[in-house]
C-alpha cells in the first residue's frame, strides 16, 4: 500500500516570492508520482509528473518538481509565484504495473498575496 | 479536463433519500474513476470501471454505494438512504488506457450536501 504525506496544509506567499510544496511518499513497491492543482469550484489539473530518467520534471505553469528515491521526496517549487497560482496543490502516486488509481495527500493550500 | 462532464454540479438530498451522480467521460475515454473528497482532506479513491465492467471496488463503502458504467450513456454512482458523512464532493476522472503512468482528466465534480 501507498501513502502520501503533503507536510504543509497552507502557505501563504507573497507575489513574485519563491515556494515549495513539500510531498513525501510511503510505498512498498516502485511508483510514478504525480502533483495536480485544483483551482476553486474546479477539478484537479495535472501539472508535472514523474515516471523515469531524470530527477527534475517541469511542468505547465512554471511549475517543477525533485524526484528525490532517498528521502522518497517530490517537492514543488516555483522562482515566482503569481496571484493566479492560489489554489490547492495535491501530490499523488501511482503504483507501477498497477492501474492509474491514484493515492493523494490531504492537498495543500497555496495563497500568493500581493 | 473540461471534457469530463459531470451533473448535478451540486445535489442536495435529505437522509434517507438516494442521490444519483452522473459522469460522461471524454471522448474515447473508456476507463472511469470514482474519487471522494471529503473536506480537508484529499481524495480518496472509490472505484474504478471500464466500459460494463468493474474493475476495483476497494474504496467504495459496502453498503448503500454502487456504480456502474453501461456500453452507453454516463457512469453512475448511486448512493442509497444518504446520511450525513456522505455530504463530500465526488469527482470522475477518465483515460484512455487504464497504465498507471497516464493522465487522468478530471471533471469540476459534484457537491453532495444531506440535510
Known amino acids: 500500500a501507498q501513502s502520501v504525506t503533503q507536510l504543509d496544509s497552507q502557505v501563504p506567499v507573497f507575489e513574485e516570492a519563491p515556494v515549495e510544496l513539500r510531498c513525501n511518499y510511503s510505498?512498498?513497491?516502485?511508483?510514478?508520482l504525480f502533483w495536480y492543482v485544483q483551482y476553486p469550484n474546479q477539478g484537479l489539473q495535472l501539472l508535472l509528473k514523474?515516471?523515469?530518467?531524470?530527477?527534475l520534471v517541469k511542468g505547465i505553469n512554471g511549475f517543477e518538481a525533485e524526484f528525490n528515491k532517498s528521502q522518497t521526496s517530490f517537492h514543488l517549487r516555483k522562482p515566482s509565484v503569481h496571484i493566479s497560482d492560489t489554489a490547492e496543490y495535491f501530490c499523488?502516486?501511482?503504483?507501477?504495473?498497477?492501474?492509474?488509481?491514484?493515492?493523494f495527500g490531504k492537498g495543500t493550500k497555496l495563497t500568493v498575496n500581493p | 479536463n473540461a471534457g469530463v462532464m459531470q451533473n448535478p454540479r451540486h445535489l442536495v438530498r435529505r437522509r434517507g433519500q438516494e442521490a444519483r451522480l452522473r459522469c460522461s467521460p471524454m471522448?474515447?475515454?473508456?476507463?472511469v474513476y470514482w474519487y471522494r473528497q471529503l473536506p480537508e482532506e484529499g481524495l480518496k479513491f472509490m472505484v474504478y470501471?471500464?466500459?460494463?465492467?468493474?474493475?476495483?471496488e476497494s474504496g467504495m463503502p459496502k453498503e448503500r454505494f454502487s456504480a456502474e458504467f453501461p456500453k452507453e450513456g454516463p457512469s453512475i454512482l448511486r448512493i442509497q438512504q444518504v446520511v450525513r458523512g456522505d455530504s463530500a464532493a465526488y469527482f470522475c476522472?477518465?483515460?484512455?488506457?487504464?497504465?498507471?503512468?497516464?493522465?487522468?482528466?478530471f471533471g469540476s465534480g459534484t457537491q453532495l450536501s444531506v440535510l
Open positions: 476522472a477518465s483515460s484512455t488506457t487504464g497504465a498507471p503512468n497516464e493522465k487522468l482528466f
Open positions: 510505498s512498498s513497491v516502485s511508483v510514478y
Open positions: 514523474y515516471l523515469s530518467g531524470s530527477t
Open positions: 499523488a502516486v501511482s503504483e507501477r504495473g498497477g492501474s492509474e488509481k491514484l493515492v
Open positions: 471522448k474515447g475515454h473508456s476507463h
Open positions: 470501471l471500464q466500459k460494463e465492467n468493474i474493475i476495483d
